[in-house]
């Protein structure tokens, strides 16, 4: 057991457990047979609080009339004028600490319809292999795109006292330059194809929608006729020519093994994904040369369910940013593509276990989009095994298929009824 989940358990900083355990120990080198771990000194020591039953009465009033939504330097303003006495923001935080208030950050989150809510739990149950635990997966591919921009705004940074804040420059914050990724990832995993034990990294590629064009008139960066790379916009035309000539082929590259067995691609239900009959120009594009690779629309309203969006985009962003060393679209470009390369497996198995994770709690909490806050990934990385815990409560999965099948009862159609007429 680690020391974190030791402090948890009895409701004490890891810095108090570690002393006393180091106290144990050198009691133990010096002979002592009953080491003493009694604290030292009597009575209530510490600073004691100056926090009175009416102060306290005061911070709630203003709290719950301001909804929680003032900083510690408004908080400070608003209690002076109200009560014409002066505390410190340091003090504030001291007392709303003491009082048990914390500072949480609201999400907005998209708004699900009856209809996408029966669907969400539909796609998880349906990741429920043996009815006992969700299945790995190992042929589904999650797929999706991103904008990645030249130029972040609020990045944080660590910088030298005597080194210089670092400020970018742009004529319009709207117009930052900008390029959109198609990001394709699976499941790391070992496989033998052809006698030969092979394994598969879980990345089966990053593609940046660009196009090549030449400059129409002359500027202080360029003269006319220069050949320049564009961001390019992605249409259903341009979506189904980067999946027949770039995710197709290195599907079959990097998963030999389950050309067979079959390959899901599992991607949104963007109008560019859907349009002009790329559902079925997709599939058909998949069923050539032997191999079964269809293509499926997750629900609708649920980037959770995709594991791009649920957490891999913000990892390879902030690695991209490490790469990158200017401010060209060329090197944004090189600077995503080699984070995405360099990206490590045992990172993006995490991205998986986090996914079962998000299932059990999307059943808990009926349909909606929350993550519990202990996945326990780490730990049992720690404990060498495997980061993921597909397991589902029998109790869980009755309620969620109890909640399917009510759902899809409310949203039947309803018989109309027919008026009988009488007949003189």
Request: proline residues 4%.
């Amino acid at each position: 057991m680690l020391l974190r989940d030791i402090a948890k358990y009895f409701n004490r900083n890891q810095k108090t457990l570690s002393s006393m355990y180091q106290s144990y120990i050198d009691q133990i080198n010096e002979g002592v047979m009953f080491p003493d771990l009694a604290p030292k000194k009597e009575g209530n020591v510490g600073r004691k609080s100056e926090l009175t039953p009416q102060i306290e009465e005061r911070l709630r009033t203003i709290r719950q009339e301001h909804r929680g939504n003032l900083t510690l330097r408004l908080f400070a303003v608003e209690y002076e004028e109200r009560y014409d006495e002066t505390l410190a923001t340091s003090t504030i935080r001291r007392y709303l600490h003491e009082m048990g208030l914390f500072q949480s950050r609201s999400y907005l989150k998209p708004v699900l319809t009856d209809a996408q809510k029966l669907s969400r739990l539909e796609y998880i149950v349906r990741q429920i292999g043996n009815g006992k635990s969700f299945s790995l997966n190992k042929n589904r591919i999650h797929m999706d795109e991103k904008w990645f921009y030249v130029v972040r705004e609020g990045r944080l940074r660590w910088l030298d006292p005597n080194e210089p804040v670092d400020t970018a420059s742009v004529h319009k914050k709207q117009n930052v330059t900008k390029v959109m990724f198609l990001v394709a990832i699976g499941l790391p995993h070992k496989f033998n194809h052809n006698g030969e034990e092979q394994e598969f990294d879980g990345k089966i590629g990053c593609w940046a929608f660009t196009e090549q064009t030449l400059a129409k008139r002359d500027s202080v960066n360029r003269p006319a006729g220069t050949e320049l790379t564009v961001s390019q916009n992605v249409t259903s035309s341009v979506y189904y020519e980067m999946i027949r000539e770039k995710v197709i082929p290195a599907i079959r590259k990097k998963l030999p093994h389950m050309k067979e067995e079959g390959i899901i691609v599992q991607h949104d239900g963007a109008p560019s994904h859907t349009g002009k009959g790329n559902v079925a120009n997709l599939n058909e594009a998949g069923l050539q040369r032997g191999w079964n690779i269809t293509f499926e629309v997750q629900p609708a309203q649920s980037p959770d369910l995709n594991k791009c969006d649920l957490c891999f985009f913000n990892s390879l962003q902030l690695d991209s940013e490490r790469h990158r060393k200017g401010g060209k679209i060329e090197e944004l470009i090189v600077s995503v593509e080699n984070a995405f390369k360099e990206y490590d497996s045992d990172k993006l198995a995490r991205v998986h276990a986090l996914a079962s994770a998000v299932f059990r709690e999307i059943m808990e909490d009926m349909v909606e989009i929350n993550i519990g806050p202990l996945t326990k990934i780490r730990k049992r990385e720690d404990d060498g095994s495997d980061p993921w815990d597909l397991s589902v409560p029998k109790g869980l999965l009755r309620k969620t298929k109890n909640e399917i099948e009510r759902s899809r009862t409310l949203l039947a159609p309803k018989k109309a009824k027919t008026k009988e007429i009488a007949v003189i």
